[in-house]
């Protein structure tokens, strides 16, 4: 039985005692004559349904709320695509996605490939391989994904550059302090005076007394820590450019130490994925909104939100306005991206009254363009996935073997490859023809056989603004997933949290807290158990125990608040 049904509603003392939840109540006479007493439902509206959406609607409904999602739609520009946004941007579904693993568990369906190997590319080829790490003996972090990765040109003593990056990712523990220290948008120091070579530990100290507020950006961050130029350029700007879909020097440190450590740092095995089978909208959305419907769930397409009307004596948000329709709600959750909450915000007369969404205005997203081919002949592609930079001289962009992770392409006689096209902002004006000659032409560079093969086929999705930039200073203009309209909540990629995770997994995990928060605010149903991180292996435990007691004695000396805090 849903947990809810259980549970009488009271009026306690508290932010909620303002509501009368009996005055929902009605009455009803059954078959035999007598009253019974009927609890109307508590009405959700969930605005958004990618993984944040679609998290948070799933456990209301399980709670028995009345829950309706309102999906905007998707324009791709030339093309209306039966796929969403949520099919792009970092694509692989990572070890690490301990929630989202439970909940495809938990529909019953199977969507994932098995773990499969990854490379890396650049204009001189093959450049990184990357094994299946969990097959191999574990190490201690990082010591497994710096010895265990193959690097085909890149010399030990490049790779070994790396370790010092190590003194930042142990103070940088994910505490809105933390946040606030690697996301400066202004610089205030510079070591220029250091050799060359890797800092000392006197030298790694002092930058823990200075608090890294001279950290900018992470080119920035991996040059104060004498990140070797060749590492930088073959192995670390690349991965940031496909995990913060920008490059370096455009990305916040703390942004950038964040998903470093979730996806490769934290721990061996992190690094390996899986793929969909097919399309995330075809293979899980589908499948996990048919579930909803089952238990009620009401989706409406096409509603893109214009307004919202505030009670001004409740100081709630007690209707979503989409156009000429009206919708009332109880509680109201935004799962959408920052470009289309900033369009919201600029229509609404509700939104901009409160200076938390305001701020969102000062936030960016980033365009993505992507690219299906179908060619003529078999091309022997060697990875699944793949990462390539330093080709044309444009950003990194990404490309898959299609035949190999999807089924539907399994026993295609020809060739099915996607390339996906990170900080696009030079290539969405571009005809489909140039799209294609560009994307020809970078495939070749990687694996010379693209060379002789000709396009038969072809899908072009432009996703203008759909990605989000954690450029440097963005973090103070971040919302969180609680309003000060006390029945609105947030809940996506970009909403400040502490669980720790990373792309889907954040969406997902930000709609279960918002979900939470509704639990918590309507007094009704049960919390949705989240899955949290697996904790730091003991060595980076102890390491971050030092690095906290180290910097509590620092702030006790009389001159610690010499340096800009």
């Not at 290539?427 to 023809?433: A, F, S």
């Amino acid at each position: 039985m849903l947990a809810c049904s259980s549970v009488t509603p009271t009026c306690t003392s508290g932010y909620r005692s303002r509501f009368s939840c009996r005055a929902e109540d009605q009455q009803t006479q059954n078959s035999t004559g007598l009253i019974v007493q009927n609890k109307k439902k508590k009405k959700v509206l969930v605005v958004g349904s990618g993984w944040a959406g679609l998290g948070a609607a799933y456990h209301l409904c399980k709670q028995g709320f009345d829950v309706t999602v309102l999906e905007g739609g998707y324009d791709s520009g030339l093309t209306r695509l039966a796929s969403s946004p949520d099919d792009f941007g970092i694509r692989g579904f990572w070890y690490p996605y301990r929630n989202i693993f439970n909940l495809v568990d938990e529909l019953g369906i199977k969507p994932f490939t098995n773990w499969i190997k990854s490379a890396q590319y650049s204009g001189e080829g093959l450049e990184v391989e990357f094994p299946i790490f969990q097959d191999l003996p574990q190490w201690p972090t990082p010591f497994g994904t710096l010895f265990y990765t193959e690097f085909a040109r890149l010399p030990l003593v490049d790779r070994l550059t790396s370790l010092p990056l190590m003194a930042a990712v142990v103070d940088f523990d994910n505490t809105d302090t933390s946040w606030r220290k690697y996301d400066a948008s202004k610089s205030n120091w510079s070591f220029s005076d250091i050799p060359w070579g890797l800092p000392s530990l006197d030298e790694i100290l002092l930058f823990q007394q200075c608090e890294f507020h001279f950290v900018v950006t992470a080119r920035e961050l991996f040059r104060q820590f004498r990140c070797s130029e060749r590492l930088f350029e073959n192995v670390l700007n690349p991965l940031l450019q496909v995990g913060l879909f920008a490059p370096a020097e455009r990305c916040s440190a703390a942004a950038t130490l964040g998903m470093l450590y979730y996806f490769v740092l934290a721990h061996q095995k992190d690094f390996d994925l899986v793929w969909c089978r097919g399309t995330v909208r075809e293979k899980i959305f589908e499948p996990w909104m048919d579930s909803m419907r089952n238990q009620g769930c009401k989706f409406l397409e096409g509603r893109r939100v214009t307004d919202f009307y505030f009670d001004e004596e409740t100081g709630r948000i007690s209707e979503v306005i989409c156009g000429k329709e009206s919708l009332k709600a109880d509680a109201v959750i935004l799962a959408v991206g920052i470009s289309t909450l900033q369009e919201i915000i600029q229509n609404s007369a509700a939104l901009c009254t409160r200076e938390e969404f305001l701020k969102v205005l000062n936030l960016s997203s980033i365009d993505l363009l992507s690219v299906k081919l179908k060619l003529d002949k078999k091309v022997n592609i060697s990875f699944a996935s793949n990462v390539c930079s330093g080709i044309d001289n444009s950003n990194s962009w990404t490309f898959f073997d299609l035949n190999t992770i999807y089924d539907e392409h399994k026993d295609d006689p020809e060739t099915v490859v996607q390339a996906d096209f990170f900080h696009a902002n030079e290539l969405l004006p571009l005809k489909d023809e140039d799209v294609v000659a560009k994307a020809m032409s970078s495939l070749s560079k990687c694996i010379k056989d693209f060379e002789d093969a000709t396009v038969i086929d072809k899908e072009i999705a432009r996703f203008p603004k759909s990605l989000t930039h954690f450029f440097p200073g963005s973090y103070k203009s971040m919302m969180r997933g609680s309003t000060s309209f006390p029945n609105l909540f947030m809940a996506g990629d970009w909403i400040i949290t502490r669980h720790g995770s990373w792309s889907q997994e954040k969406s997902f995990v930000t709609g279960l807290e918002a979900a939470n928060r509704v639990v918590d605010y309507l007094e009704e149903g049960t919390f949705a158990r989240i899955i949290p991180v697996e904790e730091d292996e003991p060595h980076i435990q102890a390491l971050r125990s030092l690095n906290r007691n180290l910097n509590e004695i620092i702030v006790q000396l009389p001159w610690s608040n010499y340096f800009i805090q």
